[in-house]
């Protein structure tokens, strides 16, 4: 059963646009929160993650992220896209709950920045 | 410092060839991660080693696949009789200790085609 949606699989906006990401998860229990960014032909890179504590978790390149458990979502966004954003997008879980370490990633956003 | 390595980033073999895929994970990093992404796709989770043992190879998709950490760092990848359907790119991650919470470093991934 899949366990992380991530909603459209492009995103366009224009740079200095807000960018927001999609991303909602299934399980009962709260997982761990990933988001990975991967640039063509290279490896996956976290953004940021969320285990614990405060629910809004700043990443790199001005990223951030809202864990809201009343939404099962971990939405991605930052204030002004650049050029240098557009990138695949990987919203990916690790469960609480089975103690599995293996990430479920979501199927990836595309991210593409119109100047 | 250095980062996860593998070897070879391209593979092309012909079907029903056996190929092996190299992962050298970050130095000190207990744990090691393998996963394939298809085109178009997230990484799906195929097995995941802690220390020279597999944890978690509920992953894999048949027993054409078989993966070794023989001294609990490098770690190959092995597929036998390999089928056009093999083709996609196998990423290795690492990773310290074995929290779900913890950072999974990717390396930059084998691209396998199967002709």
């Known amino acids: 059963a899949q366990s992380v949606t991530q909603l459209g699989s492009h995103v366009s906006v224009s740079e200095g646009a807000l960018v927001l990401l999609r991303c909602n998860y299934s399980s009962s229990v709260p997982p761990y929160l990933f988001w990975y960014v991967q640039y063509p032909n290279q490896g996956l890179q976290l953004l940021l993650k969320y285990t614990t504590g405060a629910t809004l978790v700043k990443g790199i390149n001005g990223f951030e992220a809202e864990f809201k458990k009343s939404e099962t979502s971990f939405h991605l966004t930052k204030p002004s896209a650049h050029m240098s954003d557009a990138a695949e997008y990987f919203c990916a879980v690790i469960r609480r709950d089975t103690g599995r370490r293996a990430l479920t990633f979501g199927s990836g956003t595309r991210l593409q920045v119109q100047p | 410092g250095a980062g996860v390595s593998q070897t070879p980033s391209n593979k092309v073999t012909e079907k029903g060839k056996y190929v092996e895929l190299r992962c050298d994970p970050i130095?000190?990093?207990?744990?090691l991660y393998w996963y394939r992404q298809s085109l178009g796709q997230g990484p799906e989770f195929l097995i995941y080693f802690q220390g020279t043992g597999a944890a978690d190879d509920s992953g894999l998709p048949n027993d054409r696949f078989f993966a070794v950490r023989p001294e609990g760092s490098v770690s190959t990848l092995k597929i036998q009789r390999t089928e056009r359907g093999d083709s996609a790119v196998y990423l290795c991650a690492s990773s310290l200790g074995t929290s779900g919470g913890n950072e999974q470093f990717f390396g930059p991934g084998t691209r396998l085609t199967v002709l």
């Open positions: 130095s000190g990093h207990t744990a």
